[in-house]
């Protein structure tokens, strides 16, 4: 059952402009959201995180958004750099027990 | 930050032979490891949930005699695939923890593991 789900599974951006990768999610009683950055051959790295309560999380150049009636978060970042071109995973958590990751989403930034 | 290691970074093994994959804290003690999988193109799907001192828990569908899971001190865990077959052949991931929460793991640089 693939309660998390990124129905883009590529995105290509060019370079000083916004990325916005989408994640959606089928169970209500997440409460806890994640963005992991990966690159090839290695392990998923924390990019920044959301609290079901809240509705916007800021970091630097990332920003996720949380639309709990929609069930629906997103990714931003802006601008977009070369460096941040990857595989994107969002993951959501329940109760501290149950992680479920979405099927990723490749970002291509080009210079 | 915290850094977890894992070892070997790629295995070619043949079918029906065992192999195993380390995964170490190397600058804090991990109460709780975590093992997942990740098919190409595909999510990361969680194996098991191991803490320190006491047998894995397992994921609904992972079959534990195939999966061995140690984690005997609070800086190695290990992955064990008993009797491997070519529809093992996976990128495994582990990720450590200090606390119990899922929300604070680290992620090892994963092994690709081919099994002809």
């Known amino acids: 059952d693939q309660q998390v789900k990124q129905n883009s599974p590529s995105l290509s951006v060019q370079e000083g402009r916004i990325s916005i990768l989408n994640c959606d999610y089928t169970n209500s009683m997440f409460d806890y959201f994640l963005w992991y950055k990966k690159y090839p051959a290695e392990g998923p790295t924390f990019l920044i995180s959301?609290?079901?309560?809240?509705d916007k999380n800021e970091d630097g150049r990332f920003t996720v958004f949380l639309n709990k009636s929609a069930k629906h978060l997103s990714l931003h970042i802006v601008p977009s750099q070369p460096g941040d071109s990857a595989v994107y995973f969002c993951?959501?958590?329940?109760?501290?027990?149950?992680?479920?990751f979405g099927a990723g989403t490749r970002l291509t930034v080009k210079p | 930050g915290a850094v977890v290691s894992q070892h070997p970074s790629w295995v070619i093994c043949k079918s029906g032979t065992s192999v195993k994959i380390e995964c170490r804290s190397l600058d804090f003690q991990a109460t709780t490891m975590f093992w997942y999988r990740q098919f190409p193109k595909q999510s990361l799907m969680l194996m098991a949930t191991s803490n320190e001192g006491s047998k894995a828990t397992y994921e609904q569908g992972v079959e534990k005699d195939k999966f061995l899971i140690n984690h005997a001190s609070l800086t190695l865990s290990t992955l064990t695939v008993t009797s491997a077959h070519p529809e093992d052949s996976s990128f495994y991931i582990c990720?450590?923890?200090?606390?119990?929460?899922?929300?604070?793991?680290?992620f090892g640089p994963g092994t690709r593991l081919l099994v002809l």
């Open positions: 993951a959501a958590l329940y109760n501290n027990n149950d992680m479920r």
């Open positions: 990720s450590a923890s200090w606390v119990s929460s899922r929300e604070t793991q680290y």
């Open positions: 959301i609290s079901s309560i809240k």
